[in-house]
Nanobody, 125 residues
Framework: QVQLVESGGGSVQAGGSLRLSCVAS????????MAWFRQAPGKEREGVAS?????????AYADSVKGRFTISKNYPENTLYLQMNNLKPEDTAMYYC?????????????????WGQGIQVSVTS
């Protein structure tokens, strides 16, 4: 059974950092492309970052997070990470781990088959 479980969210002041984790079960993170998405209240789900099968493969970032967020994989732990630095109030959202890329644009939510339950990130000014 495929399952994605996020952790590491919380509340932080602007300028602070958080690291989100997504533990995968049912497949190996080394065999699939994965991504992080986020959704703020009243807004559509947006892609944050995507990473290829191997960490050295092509990664993609939303313009709004380039230079501040880093996506990575830990193969022994079968975990996807999102390191978020210099957080801003506009980063406040529910963050979702996604896996099993179906093709097409890397940061479009319909292009991923499996999803975690989401975890809240709140950034206060």
């Amino acid at each position: 059974q495929v399952q994605l479980v996020e952790s590491g969210g919380g509340s932080v002041q602007a300028g602070g950092s958080l690291r989100l984790s997504c533990v995968a079960s049912g497949y190996s993170v080394s065999s699939i492309r994965m991504a992080w998405f986020r959704q703020a209240p009243g807004k559509e789900r947006e892609g944050v970052a995507s990473i290829g099968i191997l960490s050295a493969d092509y990664t993609a970032y939303a313009d709004s997070v380039k230079g501040r967020f880093t996506i990575s994989k830990n193969y022994p732990e079968n975990t996807l990470y999102l390191q978020m630095n210099n957080l801003k109030p506009e980063d406040t959202a529910m963050y979702y781990c996604a896996a099993d890329y179906l093709g097409g644009a890397l940061l479009r939510s319909p292009n991923y088959r499996h999803w975690g339950q989401g975890i809240q990130v709140s950034v206060t000014s």
